[in-house]
């Protein structure tokens, strides 16, 4: 089992008002047990911002895993201030009904890659502010930061800096492109990483322009790459006792993502092309046009092409024996003809009366719903995912919940979003800082 480092606490006390505050809050924000989750006890500090380390971060919180946010004072996380849309506030008249009035609305954008967590306000750049994280160093199992390569030296935060202070810290770096070689100081976007390390180039329709992806899924992909990484790093730590480096960029996880499109050029030599929703190599396997809108259909092998044609579904049993389509390899060879005859068909009816035709056939096939109908799918609405929690600023708020099941069981969400530098009072608290001394913090812009 995992567990936490040893360490010892910092030999100031927080005065007894405080430690009522903190005890109230902590009974508000965790309701829902956490203690038989993976990994309940160990302790991660976040510095990271907008999507791939927050993304990792928590997955770690939906783990168990106790993970303090440290933002800037001032502005915190940059997708605070990416709304529209956000999360509506009280009215003005009834400010003084929630925490905070002063800050903006609470954005969709940050609220979807930060439940669970405790948010910190710190000026890394001050050297109070510097004491405080390596204090925070002190009692962690993990390190996830994302900041361009170099740049925490600065700060007295990298791993080398930290490794000696805990030698059981976990430090993971998120970057764009790696903290070797010639791009090792750029800075890493989504859609930059897609152009540049080839999905944009796959992504599209065949004659049209590259397009990205509909969301940063190169930003995705490096979170569950990071939250992987971490993990094995636990349990290698659990059988040497001693923490570690772990490293993930942008880049790199882009090309490793391109699995069966790389390995055809690796091996063969064989480049890519943009194919639209249809396949290279199976025919019909592509996103069709019904009389309302659009169908997704595909027809892996000859056997579910002639149940396709047969009179149950499209009632064209002819094309089953017909020379130019009774065999998949026929079908590539005649795509355009293929994909113009059963166009004329399918626009003959709905997508509904499709998929009505289509249903128990056991043929591969899907309407092309929009975000609307996706949550409201029956299948979204029995596995629960959706959750609903109380925002301290926003009220109840809607947020999709983790994809991953224990013992039959949804991990339920246990802490909403944290407003910005939400628990600051009561992290400091917990480090042993008095009342006096966190306002001194705040006058001095540390926190």
């Known amino acids: 089992m995992l567990t936490s480092i040893a360490f010892t606490r910092c030999a100031r006390r927080p005065p007894a008002c405080l430690v009522g505050l903190r005890t109230a809050a902590r009974a508000l924000s965790t309701a829902v047990p956490t203690d038989d989750r993976p990994l309940a006890g160990i302790k991660v500090i976040d510095l990271t911002r907008v999507l791939a380390g927050p993304l990792a971060t928590m997955m770690l919180s939906d783990l168990g895993a106790e993970v303090i946010k440290i933002e800037s004072p001032k502005y915190g996380d940059d997708t605070r201030s990416w709304l529209p849309p956000s999360a509506p506030l009280p009215s003005a008249s009834s400010e003084a009904s929630y925490p905070r009035p002063d800050l903006p609305p609470e954005s969709a954008y940050f609220l979807q890659a930060n439940r669970n967590k ?13 004491d405080i994280a390596k204090r925070l160093v002190q009692q962690a199992d993990v390190l996830v930061e994302n900041y361009v390569p170099g740049k925490l030296d600065k700060f007295g935060l990298s791993y080398s800096q930290l490794s000696p202070l805990n030698p059981r810290l976990i ?57 992987s990484g971490i993990l094995a790093a636990l349990l290698k730590r659990e059988r040497t006792g001693k923490g570690g480096r772990v490293e993930c960029s942008l880049f790199e996880s882009q090309i490793a993502s391109l699995v069966n499109i790389g390995s055809n050029y690796l091996i063969s030599d064989q480049e890519a092309t943009r194919w639209g929703t249809s396949h290279p190599s199976i025919v019909p396997y592509q996103v069709f046009p019904t009389m309302d809108s659009f169908i997704m ?5 000859d056997t579910q092409f002639a149940v396709l044609c047969s009179p149950a579904v499209l009632n064209r049993p002819e094309w089953a024996s017909d020379g130019r389509f009774s065999t998949n390899v026929r079908r590539v060879e005649h795509r355009s003809e293929m994909v113009k005859l059963i166009e004329e068909v399918l626009a003959e009816k709905t997508t509904g009366e499709w998929c009505e035709r289509l249903t128990g056939k056991g043929l591969p096939f899907a309407p092309i719903n929009n975000i609307a109908q996706t949550f409201a799918h029956p299948q ?18 809607k947020l999709a919940a983790p994809a991953v099941s224990y ?41």
């Open 171 to 227: 430090y993971c770096s998120v970057t764009g492109y790696g903290s070797t070689g010639p791009y090792a100081s750029a800075p890493g976007y989504d859609v930059v990483i897609e152009a540049e390390a080839g999905l944009m180039h796959i992504t599209g329709e065949k004659e049209g322009k590259p397009v990205k992806v509909g969301v940063a899924v190169t930003d995705v992909l490096t979170g569950h790459y990071a939250h």
């Open 118 to 130: 405790r948010s910190l306000t710190l000026n890394l750049k001050s050297r109070e502010g510097q």
């Open 407 to 447: 013992d039959g069981s949804k991990m339920k969400m246990y802490r909403p979003p944290p407003y910005l530098g939400q628990h600051t009072e009561e992290i400091l608290g917990e480090l042993g800082y008095g009342l006096g001394e966190v306002e001194q913090f705040r006058k001095d812009g540390v926190v």
């Open 297 to 301: 259909l595909s027809a892996g092998n």
């Open 380 to 397: 979204a609405i029995a596995r629960e995912v959706v959750e609903e929690i109380e925002h301290p600023r926003a009220g109840k708020i």
